[in-house]
């Protein structure tokens, strides 16, 4: 039962397209840390950021980029 319920929480996959429930930019899943949190990439101009978020707030998008 403990592995279903991993499993069902498990909402992204590397190189999914998401972007935070509130807003903001299209980012890059990079790593599933396995513990609901997920680190994620993004360009903002020519600046590289990357940081970790719960996957609660996050959503994914159509969004080609």
Known sequence: FIEGVAAMAQKFKSGDLVELKSGGPTMTVDLDWSD???????????K???????GETLKLTDDKQ
């Open 48 to 54: 590289h950021n990357r940081a970790n978020f719960n």
């Open 36 to 46: 609901g949190t997920y680190q994620c990439t993004w360009f903002a101009g020519a």
